[in-house]
Each structure stands twice: as C-alpha cells, then as structure tokens.
C-alpha cells in the first residue's frame, strides 16, 4: 500500500459522520389550563323539499333556510400529564332565524332580554365537557347536554385530528368514526363514515388542512340517507401551528337525494359553516 493510499484511508477515517437534520416537529394542540378559546360560528341552511300532495298526489315544493350565530368559549380546566385537556364549553352569545316553508320566520336573540331569559339553562354555563389529546382525538365526552355526545364524535369540537407525524404537502390521512341515529332521526342504528385529511400546505403561520368526509356504506334508500346528509363535510380547516390552536375553518355539506319519499320526490340540502377564533 502506497504512502498516499494510507494517507487518504487515514483521511476518510478522522471525517466524522455528519449528524441527519430533524425531522420536523408534527403539529400539536398546546393545552394550557387555565386558557379560554373563544369562537364565532357562522351557520347557514337551506333544506329544499318535493314531496307528494296526500290528496291530489301532486308534487309540492317547500323551502326552509336556518340561519345561526353563536359565540361559544371553551374553558381548558385541566391538563393531565400525558397534555390530555379537559374542557368545558358555553355558549356566551346566540342568534338563530327560522324561515319555515310557509314564509314565516322565528328569531332568537339572546341580545334580547326575554330570549336570553328563555336560554338561561345554557346561556353562559357549561354544556359540553370533554377530554381532548394534543392531536385533536376526543378521548371521552364527560358531559353534553341535549344528546351532543353522538354529534361530538362526527364533528369533533375542534375539525380536525393532527396526524401522526409532520405531513409533507399533499400528504393525507384518515379519521373512521361512527354516528348513531337516536330517535327521532333513527331507532339507534349506526353508520360508519371516513373522513380524509390533506395536507395543503401553510400559509401566514397556519397549516391549512383539507377535509372531505363520507359514508363507507350508504344506506340502500335514499330516505334512509336524509339524516345522515349534514354530517358530510367538506372544506378547510387552518391550524395555528404556532400558538397550538384550531384557528379557523370553511365548511360545506350538500347533497340532493331524488325520491326520497317516493317517485318524483326529492330532498335538496345545502349548508355552510364558517368558523373564527375571537382570542387576542
């Protein structure tokens, strides 16, 4: 072996290995107790529907459109050592328009003195305790009032679960859940739903999340298909990677079910949610 050979295998030998750079960290809620989050909820709906005339078997169509604001706080009452939260929510503000088929409409303020004296058994109080991990997961409903448990599990209080590890962009990934039809819409059966997540990417401090959601297996009739509708979901969710926190979403559900109660009936519904952090 030459002289140079030696050198340069001795070379080789002394250049340490370079360390790889880390991977990037994956977004997490960052619970604080202590913290209250509050939220503006913009909801619109219209509900169109063609039905049969009982007595002169024609068809007849109808149209109702719900308009709802509310303001809602959630109250991190504790954080456990595994960073799982428990939280409480209330509703501090709410204002609900009901247009029914027949023109009419019915508003509740609880701007309004008599109204919020009609929401007094929830206006300002906890309605909703949970348990909630750093990626969004629903650990455990302790508390909801007025049967919200079953709707929790379908839409999670925060939109969205983080994924395992830091997504690259385009990348996604899956959340299965189950909703249960409770009377009156059903008689306690079950239905599963996949939701699918994208990462797309981020933008001003947010990582903005894709969400399309949809049933594994759809009922056979399309009747049976009508309560399910408004879990559907599609849109966007934006992510405070930052401060740790579900900062905004841009939600749609739609869906047009023909003979739904039969030949030449048909059932068209069309919602949109939009919601805000109010925090400072």
């Not at 954080?79 to 929510?89: F, H, P, S, Y």
């Not at 204002?95 to 929401?119: L, V």
């Not at 997540?197 to 933008?203: E, F, I, S």
Request: proline content about 7%; charged content about 25%.
């Amino acid at each position: 072996m030459t002289r140079f050979t030696v050198f340069a295998l001795a070379f080789l030998g002394a250049v340490p290995v370079l360390a790889q750079p880390p991977a990037p960290a994956a977004p997490r809620f960052k619970w604080e107790a202590g913290k209250v989050h509050t939220y503006r909820v913009i909801q619109q709906t219209v509900v169109k529907e063609t039905v049969l005339d009982e007595k002169s078997e024609k068809p007849v169509a109808t149209e109702a459109k719900t308009s709802l604001v509310l303001v809602r706080k959630w109250a991190v009452k504790d954080v456990d050592k595994q960073g799982v939260a428990t939280l409480e929510m209330s509703i501090a503000e709410m204002k609900q328009e009901f247009r029914q088929p027949d023109g009419t409409t019915t508003t509740t303020d609880s701007a309004k003195p008599e109204d919020a004296k009609a929401m007094a058994e929830y206006l300002n109080k906890p309605i909703v305790t949970i348990r909630i991990d750093t990626q969004g997961k629903l650990v455990e409903v302790k508390e909801a009032k007025g049967g919200a448990a079953a709707r929790l599990q379908a839409e999670l209080p925060f939109r969205l679960v983080l994924p395992d590890a830091a997504p690259e962009a385009g990348k996604t990934w899956d959340r299965p859940f189950a909703f249960k039809l409770d009377p009156p819409a059903g008689t306690g059966e079950s239905y599963d739903f996949t939701q699918k997540y994208t990462n797309k990417g981020a933008k001003d401090g947010y990582l903005i999340v894709g969400v399309e959601t949809a049933l594994k297996a759809p009922p056979k009739t399309t009747g049976e298909q009508v309560p399910l509708v408004p879990m559907l979901w599609t849109g966007d969710v934006y992510f405070n990677t930052g401060a740790g926190k579900y900062q905004a979403s841009r939600l749609s559900a739609k869906a047009e079910l023909a003979n739904h109660q039969g030949e030449g009936t048909k059932f068209v519904y069309e919602s949109t949610y939009a919601e805000d952090c109010l925090d400072k």
